[in-house]
């Protein structure tokens, strides 16, 4: 058990029998009153998203995950399959579980799949994944700022600046699915 000020971004919880996986944190000290810690909360079951207040007096219960780097190897109608590089264990997710990281799958993609007692309950992706082109209108000059659309090799479409052209590789950002460099 910790103190709700304890509240870290990338902590796990269980609240309720559930578990979560803590977004943002935010200390909240009115001018009167107690001081409040306001979190972004991710349900690592369902997926969604809430908001919780905590007293800065309450304790919540910290769980431990165990973190697991895997490759991607293939998907399976809406079952995705991955192999531990190192002990070639492999395991099924569901597309459910995934969320939006299949946007970013594409063969042998570095994925960490967190496990609780055994079961595998959340992923997390590298924030910055690099993709190939494959389609794209040709390089123009023009405006600066200005963005065409881009197929990925994995089917994903990106905005990209104008002078991106087919064959490029670009970095992704997978928190926000934009362009971040040419890589």
Do not use: W
Request: hydrophobic share 40%; glycine share 6%.
């Amino acid at each position: 058990m910790i103190n709700a000020t304890q509240i870290r971004t990338g902590l796990f919880l269980r609240i309720e029998k559930e578990l979560f996986c803590v977004l943002k944190v935010n200390h909240v000290t009115p001018g009167k009153g107690n001081a409040v810690v306001q979190t972004d909360l991710r349900n690592l079951r369902t997926g969604i998203k809430i908001n919780q207040r905590f007293r800065s007096t309450e304790t919540v219960e910290e769980i431990e995950l165990v973190a697991r780097k895997m490759s991607f190897l293939y998907q399976d109608g809406a079952t995705f399959h991955f192999m531990d590089p190192e002990s070639f264990e492999q395991i099924e997710l569901p597309q459910a579980m995934l969320g939006d990281a299949v946007k970013f799958l594409k063969p042998e993609a570095q994925i960490t799949i967190f496990r609780h007692e055994g079961n595998p309950v959340s992923v997390s992706l590298a924030a910055r994944i690099p993709f190939e082109v494959q389609e794209c209108d040709p390089p123009t000059k023009g405006m600066a700022g200005a963005t065409k659309d881009a197929v990925l090799e994995n089917g994903n479409v990106v905005k990209v600046p104008l002078f991106i052209k087919p064959g490029d590789v670009i970095v992704v950002d997978t928190e926000t699915n934009s362009y971040l460099e040419k890589g």
